[in-house]
């Protein structure tokens, strides 16, 4: 098994394929769509999600499936190295419920959150390279991601593997992030 920490912070571009399957007459029967990931990309976020059991073959088809769901496909896939217990951090920084969607790989393992409940948050699917900018500039989570891509045309869309925000951060966001999450539900 590998370490996550083994993976060199990065930027890999991604696209979205379309396939149609058409009968004689033109119609769509089935429409598919699935994200095209070079394969030094592929084997770096398998390294990435092997401690949690899940590599790109199970979580690629989870994603082409989240992303025509949500209407749009993300300008940035952020793939954190850990699961952060700072769900209630990252949903604090929404300032639309479109601007960004948040997941964490033991919730693709298996859909229960385990603990307290509430999930981990270990991916964040941003929808336009602004939104990640103001992430960046608000959110220490952020900060590495917006780092790696800020140069990147808007036309790309990216796989991004940031760095583990500062440690001292990390610990004193956690210690309260539960309950700035259970407030934010009751809202």
Not at 7 to 16: E, H, I
Not at 57 to 86: H, I, M, S
Not at 152 to 157: C, K, S, Y
Request: hydrophobic letters at 40%; glycine letters at 6%; charged letters at 25%.
């Amino acid at each position: 098994m590998s370490s996550p920490l083994t993976v060199v912070p990065a930027a890999y571009p991604f696209r979205p394929l379309l396939t149609l399957i058409r009968d004689e007459e033109g119609r769509v029967l089935k429409r598919t769509v699935t994200l095209e990931l070079a394969q030094e990309a592929r084997e770096t976020f398998n390294r990435l999600l092997d401690p949690f059991a899940l590599s790109w073959d199970v979580l690629g088809p989870q994603l082409n499936e989240t992303f025509p769901d949500l209407g749009v496909w993300p300008w940035a896939v952020v793939a954190f190295r850990k699961e952060f217990r700072l769900m209630g951090h990252a949903c604090s920084l929404r300032k639309s419920p479109l601007d960004y969607s948040l997941s964490s790989y033991s919730l693709c393992a298996d859909p229960k959150p385990q603990g307290s409940g509430i999930p981990r948050v270990s991916l964040a699917l941003i929808q336009r390279k602004e939104v990640l900018e103001d992430l960046g500039q608000r959110s220490l989570l952020f900060k590495g991601a917006w780092d790696l891509v800020r140069d990147a045309g808007n036309q790309t869309r990216w796989l991004v593997l940031p760095p583990d925000p500062p440690e001292p951060w990390l610990e004193s966001l956690s210690k309260e992030d539960d309950r700035l999450y259970r407030t934010m539900l009751k809202g």
